[in-house]
């Protein structure tokens, strides 16, 4: 398309769009804060950002002061040319912060609590997809690391806000098992970007296995909320529930295959221990092991996933794992508010 022709459309853009006045106090709002998180001490010409956007990806030739009006331009009529401009950045990019704050935007203008953890699993999955595309960019190890240090970062408050979601507002049966479905892919995708990181250096790759940690417990979260209680009908009785009675049974067997796995690992490593503490942690998950199997033959989910879950902890004591949370984090929150320091121009 010749610049006259995006001229031309976003003038048109300009005249049709009325947005509401609260539309327009929310984005002024969030203009202010933005523009707050910029540093006026650094004095970079409107062509030198623009030869960097440009040359960072094809689909992001355009100045910032351009940027900023399509964005605001586009979030009254969704065009395509702004979700391209916004969504195509990657950390290190200086449109990055821009997109991490439409994403919090579209969280504001939805009601449905469903929809909205639905769309933070989303956006984690555009965070494995963006450390990808890191990967493939032609440029030095350490500047990859902070850029992919950076997609981690966010990615894990991504899922802290879908666990926090899980935690304080429990979804229905049915939504639950789908975020746990949604979790339990999100988690494999995450588990093969990381594998394929090997140049990484220790620091990242103990990001990713946090993020990795943060991810499992959000989806047994989840799936614990979609187990029935006690004392409602064990007999599905219709095709759906039948479906939805055989995913959670499936799924539950993939954690119990997965933290088994874990185990092996930990004790073939710590087989010749002298640490009391770890000695005893792994005899306590043997136990564990065993009321897990009971459990599963008497059909007590709830209780499987609890034990899972202990057995988790455990094996966290063990290797020394850093706590799984993510410090300081606004449940609301979609993603981590990028400031302008971590931001190469």
């Known amino acids: 398309m010749r610049t006259s022709e995006v001229i031309k459309k976003l003038n048109t853009m300009k005249n049709s769009a009325k947005p509401n006045a609260g539309w327009k106090l929310n984005c002024e709002k969030e203009l202010v804060l933005l523009m707050k998180n910029f540093s006026p001490e650094r004095k970079v010409s409107p062509w030198l950002a623009f030869t960097k956007i440009a040359f960072g990806s094809a689909k992001r030739m355009v100045l910032q002061p351009t940027v900023l009006l399509l964005l605001v331009l586009g979030s009254a009529t969704g065009s395509s040319i702004v979700v391209n401009a916004a969504y195509y950045s990657l950390p290190g990019d200086a449109l990055y912060p821009l997109k991490i704050r439409l994403e919090r935007a579209q969280l504001a203008f939805m009601s449905d609590s469903n929809a909205k953890t639905e769309l933070k699993v989303e956006f984690a999955n555009k965070r494995i997809y963006e450390i990808d595309r890191i990967m493939l960019q032609p440029e030095d190890s350490q500047e990859k690391e902070k850029k992919v240090h950076i997609a981690v970062k966010t990615f894990k408050q991504n899922i802290q806000s879908v666990k926090d979601d899980v935690d304080n507002n429990m979804p229905e049966k049915e939504m639950s098992l789908k975020i746990a479905l949604s979790l339990d892919s999100t988690g494999k995708e995450l588990e093969k970007t990381f594998e394929k990181q090997e140049a990484l250096g220790d620091d990242v790759k103990k990001s990713f296995e946090n993020a990795k940690d943060i991810t499992e417990d959000a989806g047994l979260k989840a799936l614990m909320g979609s187990i029935a209680e006690p004392s409602a009908t064990s007999i599905a009785t219709t095709t759906k529930s039948v479906k939805n009675t055989e995913d959670i049974k499936d799924l539950v067997l993939q954690k119990i295959l997965e933290i088994e796995n874990k185990f092996l ?23 564990i092991f065993g009321k897990i199997q009971i459990d599963m033959e008497q059909g007590n989910l709830d209780a499987v996933l609890k034990n899972i879950q202990i057995a988790k902890t455990l094996l966290r004591s063990i290797v020394g794992t850093d706590e799984v949370s993510v410090s300081n984090e606004n449940p609301d929150m979609t993603a981590v508010i990028i400031d302008s320091a971590e931001i190469e121009d």
């Open 265 to 287: 690992a930990v004790e073939k490593e710590y087989k010749d221990t002298l640490d009391e503490n770890i000695a005893n942690n792994i005899s306590e998950i043997k136990k």
